[in-house]
């Protein structure tokens, strides 16, 4: 399974040894890991709560992961997204993609990231020393998607 | 009837995470449905108000305000999403 959404924290290089699982044809993987930030906006965030859509959610990942593989010549990709409650350096999100060479790895890759922040149904709130508030979404992330 | 799905923000403006509807004859898209429900007025007046970044998805697919809303259906609002 290409996409999954859990709660439990995910092992980075477990998860990138089953993604190549003794492929051959793999030259290349890319991967990118979404952390929480200790601040944002100018306040201290102290936790963090990652919602989703169940359904939607992982339906909108296959989506696009689907996408990627249209465009690139890829071998295999992942998706790992957490939700529940998370800590400034806590893992959030996991992409990595595998292909015969570097370049195609790259861009699909951050493809998926880009798509990702700006169409799967994930919602964050940050409790900060203020209260709770729900964060924003930013028009360079919607910027950064429509380059693809 | 229709189920309605309200998340994150929406969720706590409305104090109402999930409810079954029966729509009347005229409510038949998506546009037609927020304005239905905008006319409950307080919260549901000021987050679903002309303007307001509110999305919404019909069975799991992302929807317009065109987009036909039937029984049957599940139909889902949200702000615009901030995973990753």
């Known amino acids: 399974m290409p996409v999954r959404i859990q709660r439990e924290d995910f092992d980075i290089a477990g998860e990138l040894e089953r993604l190549r699982a003794g492929d051959v044809r793999i030259g290349a993987i890319a991967s990118f890991v979404g952390l929480v930030r200790h601040v944002n906006e100018a306040s201290e965030v102290r936790a963090m709560t990652l919602e989703h859509y169940p359904g939607m959610t992982e339906k909108a990942l296959a989506q696009i992961v689907e996408e990627a593989r249209s465009r690139w010549n890829i071998i295999d990709a992942l998706v790992i997204h957490r939700v529940g409650e998370l800590k400034p350096g806590d893992q959030i999100v996991l992409a990595a993609v595998a292909s015969a060479h570097r370049g195609e790895a790259f861009a699909a890759c951050e493809f998926i990231m880009d798509y990702l922040k700006t169409r799967a149904p994930f919602w964050k709130k940050e409790r900060t020393p203020a209260g709770e508030r729900w964060v924003e979404a930013r028009a360079s992330d919607e910027e950064k998607a429509s380059r693809w | ?84």
């Open chain 2, 1 to 84: 009837m229709v189920q309605l799905v309200y998340l994150a923000r929406l969720r706590e403006a409305f104090g109402l995470a999930t409810e079954s509807v029966a729509l009347p004859r005229e409510v038949g898209t998506v546009a037609a449905l927020l304005a239905w429900l905008s006319r409950r007025g307080g919260a549901w007046a000021a987050e679903l108000a002309p303007g307001r970044a509110v999305r919404v998805a019909v069975n799991h697919d992302v929807a317009r305000g065109e987009t036909p809303v039937r029984a049957g259906d599940e139909v889902a609002f949200f702000p615009p999403v901030t995973g990753g």
